[in-house]
């Protein structure tokens, strides 16, 4: 995959003066606003669609630049400063650098109550997680990986919390995020109150893989996940390994050996179905005429007999070290949020994530997931 281009140029009018500028004079530097790094990003298609399906077709409702709203969140929730802070601390270059338009010689900037009704009413969670999704495709596309993984992570709540469940097994109060990543990069998420179980949420993580265009080999999740109908999913729909971790007390399924596969396949004969057929197109008509989870099993019976098998301690590691970045560099968490904001907030505090990880990635900065100049 061919990199992209570095440190392209951008001009721009501040105050009547045709200014150009480049990330490469900021790469060095070691302490730079955040809104000097956002300028140098192009989410012009994402605002587009905001506004095409997020707004009325009333003129008045476009007061202010929609691709700059959209940078302004995510300083706000980089910031960790509230509402009204947020724009009181904003400098008038900053405003200037994140889109806001220049008018009468001066830029106006929306109210800390106007951003409020920009995130919670404007967008709401449906408009967050079609942004996700967004983002998550252009992260996808520069992503030299071909490898997903998938892990829950907790979301500590405060322990006087009367609207979170205790977690015996994290010793605390807690909701969930589910997060799929493609190398070490986050490109999806999903919420959940803290007890509930991890597999439900695989289904709408392989969609999200199939909208984004995600070119995968293999999807690696831990044991959470083991089930026959897991696999075969993975399996059919990203046309990928399902590398899921499998307990020591694991055994081969006798449904699942080719012997049994070639039975079935000979029973749809009606349908073309022979023994004679390769593997791969005797289980593509098992799973496509009911028979997915013998589909899974004979899949899972493979990976229990690949003594190459890779370990869930590897995978875990890794996803806790990113999930755990994550947590050091925005509130991922749901302390003191009211109940009926915390999705909507911690999927904020996600697409941040993602759109600090876009100007690494989109400008061929190395590591990408590394944000220590922002601030």
């Known amino acids: 995959m061919p990199s992209p281009p570095l440190m392209t140029e951008v001009s721009k009018v501040y105050k009547g ?4 500028d480049s990330l490469e004079n900021y790469i060095d530097k070691e302490h730079v606003s955040l809104c000097q790094f956002l300028f140098f990003l192009n989410i012009a298609d994402i605002a587009q669609y905001v506004k095409n399906n997020f707004y009325t077709d009333k003129t008045w409702h476009f007061k202010y630049d929609v691709e700059a709203m959209i ?3 995510v300083v706000k929730f980089f910031r960790q400063k509230s509402f009204k802070k947020t724009i009181s601390t904003l400098t008038e270059e900053e405003a200037w650098l994140l889109g806001f338009q ?3 010689n001066e830029i106006p900037i929306p109210t800390g109550s106007a951003l409020h009704h920009f995130v919670k009413y404007r967008l709401g ?9 967004m983002l998550g495709k252009k992260i996808a596309k520069l992503s030299n990986s071909n490898e997903a993984k998938l892990d ?5 709540a405060s322990r006087y919390s009367k609207n979170s469940k205790f977690n015996p097994h994290y010793e605390c109060k807690m909701d969930k995020a589910h997060i799929t990543m493609i190398g070490t990069y986050p490109v999806y998420m999903t919420y959940t109150d803290g007890l509930a179980g991890d597999s439900p949420e695989l289904p709408s993580h392989i969609d999200a893989l199939l909208k984004m265009d995600a070119n995968i080999d293999e999807y690696r999740l831990d044991g959470a996940y083991d089930s026959f109908q897991n696999h075969a999913d993975i399996w059919y729909k ?4 399902p590398l899921i971790s499998l307990g020591v007390d694991a055994v081969i399924n006798n449904e699942g050996k080719l012997e049994r596969i070639d039975h079935w396949a000979n029973k749809m004969w009606k349908l073309g179905g022979s023994k004679y ?11 496509e005429n009911d028979r997915q989870e013998q589909v899974g099993m004979y899949i899972r019976n493979k990976n229990l007999e690949d003594k190459s098998f890779p370990d869930s301690i590897n995978l875990r590691q890794e996803c806790e ?22 999705e909507l907030y911690v999927k904020l505090n996600f697409i941040t994530y993602q759109l600090l990880l876009l100007i690494n990635l989109a400008n061929g900065i190395e590591p990408a997931n590394a944000f220590e100049k922002f601030i």
């Open 17 to 20: 003066v045709l200014i150009t």
């Open 71 to 73: 940078k302004l969140v």
């Open 102 to 104: 220049e008018k009468d």
């Open 125 to 133: 969670v449906e408009g967050i997680d079609e942004i996700m999704l």
């Open 152 to 156: 829950s992570t907790p979301l500590e």
């Open 238 to 241: 990203l046309n990928a390994d």
């Open 277 to 287: 057929m390769n593997v791969v197109e005797k289980l593509e008509l098992l799973y």
């Open 321 to 342: 070290r990113i999930h755990g970045h994550i947590k050091n560099t925005l509130k991922f968490d749901v302390r003191y949020i009211v109940d009926e904001s915390r």
